[in-house]
């Protein structure tokens, strides 16, 4: 069976392990011990190596991984710098098969918070489908613009929100909650907006994950897969003190005001 679970790194990382029996696959393992720690303890193999971007708190493992698992396949995103010699370069619309773990991953170019970014997307059969998406999409948040421009992050954030609703997504950051303030302060009014904000206030007392989030979940809170909506917009003119007339405009706008919330 197909098994995912958080490995906590640093402050706020989670590195994704998927596992299938003893198989494993990890996503941007920013740092090794951790992840070196569950595969012991649980007598895994490491299979494969996947990398959303090129940011250290994503990739700083990799070489210390390889060293104890050489057999392990490294994937990255072509247009960035590859984390390891051998690594596998990979581009929109390309498929890692990891047979192993009877998985298919389909590779979704997601540009925004860097050029490169990408996501993996799989649709299995007997699950929901899991998407692994980096620092572009954070349950009721996005990636800070360190490379891309806002239109670039918003039509990465589109194709993402195109996904079914049902989605699972898996992100790499446990920002959740203060997303959530910001949404709010947006959209106060938002009854599906107020639910959550309990549920995950108790989550995170209780010091559980608030991850995955769902596709239907984030289209219905996260004001960044709402820049359309005209209470949003309404917000960010507010904030802004000027009209906005096209919605890149009012995504910029929510981006520069999550900057310095
Ligand atoms: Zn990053
Ligand atoms: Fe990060």
Known sequence: MLNVSPIPAFQDNYIWLITNNNHAVVVDPGEAAPVEKILAERGLTLDAILITHHHWDHTGGVNALLTSWPQAQVYAPAAEAMPAAGAIALNDGDHVSLPALELE????????????HIAYY????STPPLLFCGDTLFSGGCGRLFEGTPKQMHDSL?????LPDDTRVYCTHEYTQANLAFCHAVEPNNPELKKYLQNVAKLRQQGVPTLPST?????AVNVFLRAHLAGVRAAAQAHQGAELNEVIEVFAALRRWKDDF
């Open 215 to 219: 596709m239907a979940r984030e289209k």
């Open 122 to 125: 799989a649709h299995q059969h």
């Open 105 to 116: 991953l389909k590779v979704i170019s997601v540009p925004g918070h860097t050029l490169g």
């Open 158 to 162: 589109q194709r993402l929100a195109g």
